[in-house]
């Protein structure tokens, strides 16, 4: 039978008794001021008698305080808590690479390295617990040596610092005693973009070793030694641009083991047509380059871009030498060039109408005066400046969205030579175009002829004389059926309201002559009376002319429906509906197509399901219930985006019918890398509906972006937090830096109070008693 | 400039005069008007034909089309057929209608331009009161306030630096501001009185006392009225536009 002593390993001293702090002291103090009183009364004693007396009193009393205290005694049995080792081992794709610096792969290095933990494991069993992890795909989940040696690594990122955090999470309240990577170094996440190559830690990443409160033991898989390779290792962009606005990529080119002073051509391509190349010096061993392209997007819509560099003989990994991306392109103002050849009020109340909408940023050129006008005034005395013709019709045309040309001739002005570009800009660029009537416009301003006329929806008449070209009759003019739902004439849903609030509209004052619509014009506004080949005049007609679109208005009286019509009771809505309509019709506004096809996404990965929404609307705009239609989705190669050409394959004919609410889904799985496009083809009452949208579907390669090995990264890591690093295949599990278990385990506990004894009350009174005694022997009582 | 490129300039100049022989306005109701506007019934301006002239100067001047013939209208519909309105006078006028402000707020609002113009050369009179008065009606919470040198309006097509009128009393004119835009400006120098001519061509009234200086400028003042009233600050918009075009950055340079 073993004692107390014998059972417990462990013991501490309790104060059971609830004094605070200055009672103790009080007491203490009193007891100091009792002895004091003592002495002073006890001086006439001999000093032996004297310090027996006070000995013992002061015994009294410390063993009275004693027993206030109630002392008693924590008797412990323990033993040590093993800690937790966690072996993190990167099974992210770049291990799949090879190790450059010694045969074999990264993953095959790690696989070898594992089995050295069986000796230490065995050797630290009563100290640590031993848990096997692979970080780079999903959650952190424990698996044995084995496995993950054998595992393929197949991981799309390396995120150390949140392996890092999700361990600490795990492990929450346990004490970790330390933690060992097995990885080539390369992160994708934080750590990886925070410290760069060349770099130290950065102190929000080092804050994060430290809360982890443990030695990091890290095992570089290789070294950069060996390795050759050219990389696309970055491409900044952004997701948006703006029409017309020039916009700037930066790339960054990455090269190992490639010759100093090799020159490699870097290629930005969009849609795999070739925008721009720079040329790239290697400088060093090791070296990274930044390149800058700059270029201007001229139409609306997705664009995908991609920068490659071409691949060199004995490359460790070419998928990295292309970075593709996709560019949305949107508009951020519309750009609208107003020339008017004499000021009017219908030109100041577009004017107006244009100044005040904050979505346009609006440019007018007014011509004030002529050569046929008196001159008699010094030219300083005038506010007039020349007509920059060459800024507005060539240099700078291509900024616009729209040019409206209000009642304005190009001839005085020597401008001829500038109605090409105009032709261009609408066919090529897809520009928008108004011609707005007036004795100036059509064929009174000698349009007959010209490119510009290729450009209009309307046929100009051949002759000269005045009568033949413009009609001085008042007039309303009519829709015709498309005019009754077209987004410029629509002033109401409902036709029958929209033909009545057409009639009710003051009248147009006169009109330019045209010889009726080009095979391509779509009327919406007819004269009431003229007639030409058999049908109505036009009066205003659209159509898409190249990648443009065009539109003819033949009088210029439309500021009396937003004025003149005040008088009458009106409103100026009409005036500002039918022009707001103009505007967007002529913009090619995204929002006023009537099908549309909805991906959500712009990328995914290969093996996925695309789901596709076809939106269909009547003219009216409300959803086109029961519509069927056709989707047709082409594919591409990566490749064509790389070296160029069109070939496309056809991969889904599908046809669909839209439900109640005017829409259909489909799904597409996307099996390939590529780029898909589908294309939504529905019938409408004046021809084929389309819309397009275009997905590219690329692998997740980040970790091949850079594939260099960062053995760096990995020993400032174990520097930062006391662990040690080794560099494959040269690895000693013995090695490891590990931290001993700090915690215990109480197995057994006892408390025994010291105060609450018999003995202890014996002593009390033996001490009181002997006290008395000898006070009355030597004469004190 | 080579010999070809003058031979091509000329020939545009030709087909160009080819072109003005044969082009004609789209009728009268699309010229330019103005309109003299009553400020009660049975009044009538001492400058009627006043504007006429201003109308002849402007066509000579400047390319716009007018239509010379002048209407006089009271305040009602018919005013909205013209956009800008005259309204000179000498004496205190009836309070307007409540319709009427309403109607006359409408126009203005809508974009409908008035110049009123103090026939007496005066900066204070009956006339001018009541018109304060009645601007005070359609616009409560405006005043009217001195357009600087510097506005818009006195560079719309001639460059000038005051008011200018038949008389001489105040070299600023006042205007009710409605966001970036004046839609009236008031006048105390008899403006159109430095216009008028009697019916054989004779000036109707002397010009004090810059003679024919100053009525030239007089009528200068109301060719930039019009094109103020036509273009707005468009002047300014011209000032900016190599900024504008410059800014976009839709080049790659």
Redesign the interface.
Known sequence: MNGWWTEYNAGDVLWLGDWGGAWVLGLLALGALVLALSAYDLRPMRPMRRRVLLGLRAAIYALAVLMLLEPALDLKNITKVKNEVVVLVDKSRSMELPAASVEGRREELAAKALPEFAGLIERTRGEHTFTFMGYGEGELEASSPEELGAGASKGPSSDLLGALDAVRERYAGKEIGGVVVLSDGIDTGALGRRTRRGEELDETSRAALRALDAPINTVAMGRADGLRDVAVARVLHDDFAFV???VTVEAQIQTIGVDEGTSLTVELRREGALVQTRQVVVSGEEARRDVTF???PKRIGKEIYTVSVPALVGEALTENNAGHFILKVIRDKV?VLQVV?????D???L??FL?KDPNV??????????N???QA?PQ??????PF?TQ?LFDS?L??FDLVILQNF?Y??Y????YLPRIKEFVREQGGGLAML????SFA???YEGTPVEDLLPVELPPG???EE??D?E?FRPELTKAGLRHPITQLAFDPDTNREIWAGLPAQ????IVEGAKSWGTPLLVHPKLRKKGEAMPVLTVGESGRGRVMAWT???T??W???????GGT?REYQTFWNGAIRWLIKDPELKLVKVELGEDVFAPGEDVPVVVRVSQPDYSPAVGKKGKLVVTYRGLEQLIVGGEERERVLEKEFETGATGQASVTLRVDRPGVYEVDARVEGETGELRDQDTILVVEDVKEWRDIIPREELLASLARETGGAHQVAPRFSAGDLELEEPRAVKINRRKVIQLWDSLLVFVALLTLLGTEWTLRRRWGRL | MKRREVL??AA??A??S???S??????D??R?RMAMLRPSRGETSPREGASRRLLQELE??????VDPTVRVVDI??????V?FLIMSGERGFEPWSAEQVD?MR??LQ???FLLVDASSGVSQGPFISSVVRELGRIYPDEKLGAIPAGHVLY?????LDRAYGRVSVSEKMDAIAQGDRLPVVVSYNDLLGAWSRDSFGNWEYDVVPHGDFQRERAFRLGVNLV?Y????N??E??VH?PF??KR?????N
């Open positions: 017309h606005n020039s700059e270029f201007v750009r050849g004499r000021p009017s009020w030109e100041r109340f004017r107006r100044k940023d609006l440019i007018s050129f007014f011509i004030l005066r002529t046929s006008n008196v005034v300083n005395e005038l506010s007039l400046i920059p800024e700078e291509g900024s001739n001839g005085p020597d401008m001829r030579q009537g007036g004795d100036l009174s301003g000698g000269r004389r005045a070209l413009i001085l008042s004052r006169g009109t330019n009088t210029d009286n500021w009396r937003g004025f003149e019509s005040l008088g009458k100026p | 091509v300039g545009a100049l087909a160009a080819a072109w003005s044969t082009a004609r306005a789209m009728g109701d699309d330019l000579k001047r400047t390319s716009v089309h009602g519909p018919e005013m909205f057929e956009p109607m409408t126009y809508a974009g409908g560079k719309s097509f001639y460059l094109m009233a036509l273009c707005v468009y002047k918009d011209q536009i504008i075009l976009r950055r839709w080049k790659v």
